[in-house]
């Protein structure tokens, strides 16, 4: 009979030996693979105070209140002496009353806020799970009240749910190692912050229970407010939140009921209108104040979309502060009517007029920071570009002395400002009043965009357009090219079109600036602002601009007298021919340039001014005249190539070149001029004044005048 006794209490003791393992061994699990959260934390610090007293106000909700309710401004503005916030992401109305209970169970708590989030009263809120139920479930002690728990919630679930906090386990082994690290250390097993698993992630911990956040995202996220309909209410929820006010009423603690701001475009869109009038009836049934946040007044608390990380409604810190401030003066005042809209209708009203504002203030600000920026643009313009030719001719040519201005203009590149002075034009009769706009590197577009700016301010009759091959064949259409000389341009009509026609694709910084030709050197910067300070510069003295390539003095109306002879021609390398390659941009502006004289009845006269002679018969002057002189027929325009001029029409030998390219010297300008001067007058007999063609040219320059 003993014997078998003893087998009976045996099979006991392996039943319990049997759940002994097994309970080791789920708490083995649970320690490796479950989260070291925030829950644990907060729960364990509201049941025990570090100073020793107890906490006599306290905050339950979910993450909008975790977010929003600073309990340091309760402390300061002396609502509350010892006030936490304990509210819990993902925390249900449920949730919120067992952690009411074990919070006074274990400290003399005289007020609760409880935050309203209407999301977690939907009977379809996923929440409302296994998860849900659970959340704070697994971190209170063991206790009554968890027995109660298990009882009341949890005695419908699988067993391994209860028992098992698999709903916070790590969803794989690489983080499941991060979270034993954590368990390993002091700060975990002191039950510090610091032993929270990513207590950074939305922003940095301020105590008491409240975390400043800082997360921001451009679009606000993917979550949205979820739908409100009277249908969906949880009556599980609602049946906790009579046990919550039953339980606050019993115990002489005073129950508060607050909803805390979402984003205003939320409370235009969304279930907040309704749902926070449910809660206001459900708490004026109950007499327990109500607090709806969304109905602040926004002269007293301004609030915006920006305010929020996501358009569910977790606030940033800094409103969060704000808020928190105003909350508690409306605590402490019995009257607080001042502070709030009369209704929704009202509030949405005033979101709207506000919207409308922001957006005229978002203007304002755009056209404020584009006019610093702007103005910085040109600070740094003016200190670091240098004072050119080009603003100089440009003024000249737009401030001419006589009341009809400029009747003939000159346009073209280096060549033609070193070879026509438009005084002997003048001298000749050929013109009233000549003006040479030549700028070294001009292109064909800029010649266009030069003849249209002066035409602005000048009576133009006549533009002598001098063609060099070099700007047209194997053109590069680079951003230097097309700003250098648009740039100077004074800001009319001109100008815009150039923006238009040739820069909408264009780098905006090379539009607007002029960085191209910047010169940065410390040395070079306190230069220009001498120069730019100067009466010189501010008058458009020509003792203001600084030229290195002119080879001469400035004589006058855009010509420079050259007088620099070096012992040989400077080498030049001499772009080749290649009318496949001429640009389609280069003939565009050409046949825009011819239409606009047209147009204006202003006779345009096409002209190649001579150049080196052992250049220009043994490069590529004769296929490029030829090409000039058909499509001047084409477009019925006049053309001269004056490198057919006869040797004895214009004496001429390389010794009056400076360099190999063509840069004619002042002497033979001042002759070469007079010669133009008579074809402009139709003074010259054409047949004997040029060869009729580059053999006869090439004869003439290697028989007997290639040196003096």
């Given at each position: ?393 440009i003024h000249e040519a737009d401030n001419a002395d006589t009341d009809e201005g400029y009747d003939n203009i000159i346009i073209g590149a280096s060549h033609a400002r070193s070879a026509i002075n438009p005084v002997k034009l003048d001298e000749a009769g050929a013109s009233d009043n000549a003006f040479n706009l030549a700028i070294p590197g001009e292109t064909v577009t800029d010649s266009y965009y030069l003849l249209m700016e002066s035409d602005r301010h000048n009576n133009v009759k006549r533009v002598i357009y001098d063609l060099d091959y070099q700007y047209w064949c194997n053109y590069a259409e680079r951003e230097f090219e097309d700003c250098f000389i648009y740039t100077w341009l004074p800001f009319s009509n001109v100008k815009l079109k150039y923006i238009a026609d040739n820069l909408l694709t264009k780098d905006f910084r090379t539009v607007y600036s002029k960085r191209w030709a910047y010169e940065i050197s410390p040395s070079a910067i306190m230069n220009n602002l001498k120069v730019k300070s100067s009466a010189a510069y501010r008058n458009y003295s020509m003792d203001a601009v600084e030229i290195h390539d002119a080879g001469g003095p400035y004589a006058a109306k855009g010509f420079f007298y050259r007088d620099m002879k070096m012992d040989s021609l400077v080498p030049s390398d001499i ?134």
């Amino acid at each position: 009979m003993k014997k078998k006794a003893f087998k009976e209490i045996l099979k006991y003791v392996r039943v319990i030996v049997f759940f002994a393992v097994i309970t080791i061994l789920v708490e083995a699990v649970n320690y490796v693979m479950v989260q070291p959260g925030y829950a644990r934390y907060i729960i364990h610090t509201v049941d025990n105070p570090d100073d020793g007293s107890d906490y006599d106000c306290i905050v339950v909700g979910a993450s909008h209140g975790r977010a929003s309710i600073d309990p340091h401004y309760f402390l300061e503005m002396e609502y509350a002496v010892n006030p936490i916030n304990m509210c819990i992401q993902g925390a249900t109305v449920i949730d919120n009353y067992y952690m009411i209970r074990e919070a006074c169970n274990n400290n003399d708590v005289k007020k609760i806020i409880l935050e309203l989030d209407y999301q977690y009263w939907n009977k379809n809120l996923k929440r409302d799970s296994d998860f849900g139920d659970l959340l704070v479930y697994g971190q209170l002690p063991f206790t009554s009240l968890k027995m109660e728990y298990i009882v009341s919630q949890l005695m419908d679930k699988d067993f391994r749910t209860i028992y098992f906090r698999r709903y916070a386990f790590a969803r794989n082994w690489k983080t499941a190692k991060k979270y034993m690290a954590i368990k390993k250390t002091d700060e975990y097993k002191n039950f510090q912050i610091e032993g929270v698993a990513g207590i950074e992630t939305e922003g940095p911990y301020q105590g008491l229970g409240f975390f400043y956040r800082t997360k921001v995202t451009d679009k606000k996220g993917k979550l949205n407010p979820s739908p409100w309909t009277y249908d969906d209410l949880n009556p599980k929820v609602q049946k906790y939140f009579q046990k919550i006010v039953k339980y606050c009423k019993d115990n002489g603690i005073e129950l508060i009921c607050v909803t805390t701001p979402i984003p205003p475009s939320s409370v235009v869109s969304g279930a907040a209108n309704e749902a926070n009038t449910y809660f206001k009836q459900i708490c004026d049934e109950n007499n327990v104040r109500y607090i709806d946040g969304n109905l602040i007044k926004n002269e007293i608390l301004n609030v915006s979309d920006d305010d929020f990380s996501d358009w569910e409604g977790h606030m940033n810190g800094e409103l969060a502060e704000q808020f928190s401030e105003i909350l508690t003066e409306i605590l402490m005042k019995e009257d607080n009517s001042e502070y709030f809209y009369s209704g929704y209708d009202e509030c949405i009203e005033a979101i709207k007029v506000r919207g409308n504002e922001t957006k005229v203030l978002k203007y304002i600000r755009a056209a404020v920071f584009i006019a610093v920026i702007a103005g910085l643009v040109k600070c740094i313009d003016f200190a670091m570009m240098p004072s050119g030719y080009i603003r100089y001719i440009i003024h000249e040519a737009d401030n001419a002395d006589t009341d009809e201005g400029y009747d003939n203009i000159i346009i073209g590149a280096s060549h033609a400002r070193s070879a026509i002075n438009p005084v002997k034009l003048d001298e000749a009769g050929a013109s009233d009043n000549a003006f040479n706009l030549a700028i070294p590197g001009e292109t064909v577009t800029d010649s266009y965009y030069l003849l249209m700016e002066s035409d602005r301010h000048n009576n133009v009759k006549r533009v002598i357009y001098d063609l060099d091959y070099q700007y047209w064949c194997n053109y590069a259409e680079r951003e230097f090219e097309d700003c250098f000389i648009y740039t100077w341009l004074p800001f009319s009509n001109v100008k815009l079109k150039y923006i238009a026609d040739n820069l909408l694709t264009k780098d905006f910084r090379t539009v607007y600036s002029k960085r191209w030709a910047y010169e940065i050197s410390p040395s070079a910067i306190m230069n220009n602002l001498k120069v730019k300070s100067s009466a010189a510069y501010r008058n458009y003295s020509m003792d203001a601009v600084e030229i290195h390539d002119a080879g001469g003095p400035y004589a006058a109306k855009g010509f420079f007298y050259r007088d620099m002879k070096m012992d040989s021609l400077v080498p030049s390398d001499i772009v080749a021919w290649d009318e496949s390659g001429i640009s389609d941009k280069v003939l565009d502006s050409f046949e825009k340039t011819v239409q606009y004289c047209k147009k204006n009845n202003i006779e345009l006269v096409c002209v190649t001014s001579p150049i080196t002679p052992t250049t220009s018969v043994n490069g590529y002057s004769e296929q490029a005249g030829a090409y000039f002189t058909r499509l001047c027929e084409e477009y019925g325009v006049e053309y001269y190539d004056f490198n057919l001029l006869t040797m004895d029409t214009l004496p001429r030998t390389d010794d009056d070149f400076f360099d190999e390219e063509g840069h004619m010297l002042g002497e033979l300008a001042d002759r070469y001029s007079d010669i133009l001067a008579s074809v402009l007058l139709d003074k010259c007999d054409k047949s004997t004044a040029f060869y009729g063609t580059y053999a006869q040219l090439e004869q003439a320059v290697y028989e007997n005048y290639v040196t003096k």
